[in-house]
């Protein structure tokens, strides 16, 4: 079967190729390993950002692709594929009219600044009030009308296994189906797999022994990467790898944590000034609780053992009310006894009646757990901490029963990618194009449109744009 645009994956960046290529009247197909559309859009938080858009105009916020870039490249410190950055800024606003033109419904607080990432100085982050759901809410009738039409074609359970090429120029997509091996073709393949968060050979061996506990898509498992590699495409930026703070594993050992259900609020203090202090495998402080930079956390986290810590606080921390009367816990959307309850259950949240029973059940050496904690308590007192320098010293540990909750540096998208040029065709070891074959989405690797930082709005938006981008303009 021979289409004009062969799409692999049905995700953010594969939906938004596949309908701006159907816009055009080609004809698209698209292969999908599962049997439905939308891949991580069902999962993300949804946040997208792009300067001098309708919402930001509207709230007499003033912003341009220009200030934009700027701004990315004071947060990564210039790092990333410059020409990708670029071309994902000045996408954005397009991809946002787009949206808006399809029906996109925004939150309320937006545009905003986020400081779960190092924040932007301009309030440009948006989402939808359904997360990313939102989107795909507004991608969806728009896919089901070509589908309908007969414009798209999805191939449904279609595991990517392999391509093949005529001469120097790859046309032919192979695919493992519940009724055996079966060939596509077209005359430009793009490539929108994901990433690689939920493969953790794959990520072993790109990372070496780093630590993995993953909120990544389930589907996120290197297939295009491995596949696109046998040919002799570049991986790179796999060094930008940085995690985000807050998983909890509902398994120990399971390394999965959902962001969506269970995340602890360490990723700064701007949203909760700590109650509580964070010890190490060692039983020792390690930063600032009330350090506001997510990324000052994300690194000093990776300094330690395992790459994870100990949130430590006891019964009054866990029921005070902050200045507005309202309980701010720390699990992000939990109430005060869904974390009791939690605690019973003794994986990642302990209870004890003691600091010695709770360095029993954490395995924290049980003497340097008092001893910090009788340090960090009379910081409370004196209102100094001469170690690091933090100033929220409200509320001492001395009320029992003492609670822990383990915390992970987790992974939320993987930075590593396939090389491409600025107009996403993959290259070859030399660098050269190989012919027929473009990429987009998180198979490109954060470190290639957010450099080495998180920067807000820098994943789904390209996924989106470039895949859009692919759709108009591939001939």
Same mark, same amino acid.
């Given at each position: ?138 991608? %969806? ?59 953790? =050979? ?132 939990? =109430? ?14 302990? =209870? ?121 303009? %591939?001939?």
């Amino acid at each position: 079967m021979q289409y004009d645009i062969l799409i692999v994956g049905a995700g953010t960046a594969g939906m938004a190729c596949a309908i701006g290529a159907a816009e055009r009247g080609l004809k698209v197909g698209v292969v999908e390993k599962v049997d439905y559309v939308g891949g991580a859009l069902h999962w993300s938080g949804g946040h997208m950002s792009a300067g001098g858009v309708r919402i930001q105009k509207e709230k007499n916020i003033e912003d341009s692709p220009e200030k934009h870039l700027e701004d990315i490249f004071r947060i990564n410190g210039k790092s990333g594929d410059f020409d990708l950055i670029e071309k994902a800024v000045y996408e954005a606003p397009k991809t946002i009219d787009w949206l808006d033109r399809l029906g996109m419904e925004w939150a309320k607080d937006c545009p905003r600044i986020i400081y779960g990432h190092v924040a932007y100085e301009t309030p440009r982050t948006i989402y939808g009030p359904e997360k990313a759901m939102s989107i795909y809410k507004v991608l %969806l009738p728009e896919w089901e009308k070509y589908i309908t039409t007969g414009t798209i074609q999805i191939h449904f359970n279609h595991s990517f296994i392999g391509l093949s090429k005529i001469d120097d120029r790859y046309d032919t997509v192979i695919c493992k189906t519940p009724e055996g091996e079966k060939k596509y073709t077209g005359k430009h393949i793009v490539i929108t797999t994901g990433g690689y968060g939920s493969n953790p =050979a794959y990520f072993q061996e790109k990372h070496g022994d780093i630590p993995l506990v993953s909120s990544c898509y389930p589907t996120a498992t290197a297939d295009g990467h491995m596949i696109i590699e046998a040919q002799g495409a570049q991986f790179r930026f796999g060094e930008h790898h940085l995690p985000s703070l807050g998983g909890m594993e509902e398994e120990e050992g399971s390394g999965r944590v959902d962001f969506n259900k269970a995340w602890a609020m360490v990723l700064t203090s701007v949203y909760r000034q700590p109650r509580d202090i964070y010890v190490n495998a060692h039983g020792k402080r390690f930063i600032r609780e009330d350090e506001v930079d997510a990324e000052t956390r994300e690194l000093a986290t990776m300094k330690q053992p395992d790459w994870c810590f100990w949130v430590i606080f006891d019964e009054k921390a866990l029921v005070a009310k902050d200045q507005n009367g309202n309980h701010n816990p720390l699990i992000i959307g939990w =109430a005060v006894e869904e974390i009791r309850e939690e605690a019973k259950k003794g994986r990642s949240f302990k =209870a004890a009646d003691s600091i010695e029973e709770l360095a029993q059940k954490t395995g924290l050496p049980v003497g340097n757990l008092k001893q910090t904690i009788a340090d960090y308590n009379r910081m409370v007192e004196t209102k100094t901490d001469m170690e690091f320098g933090r100033e929220y010293l409200e509320d001492p540990i001395s009320e029992a029963p003492f609670y822990a909750l383990k915390v992970h540096a987790s992974v939320l998208v993987t930075f590593g990618g396939i090389k491409v040029d600025k107009n996403l065709q993959i290259l070859d070891a030399e660098g050269k194009p190989m012919k027929g074959l473009y990429g987009a989405g998180e198979f490109l690797g954060l470190g290639a449109t957010s450099g080495s930082s998180f920067c807000s709005g820098m994943a789904i938006t390209p996924a989106l744009g470039f895949g859009r981008w692919l759709g108009k303009t %591939l001939t």
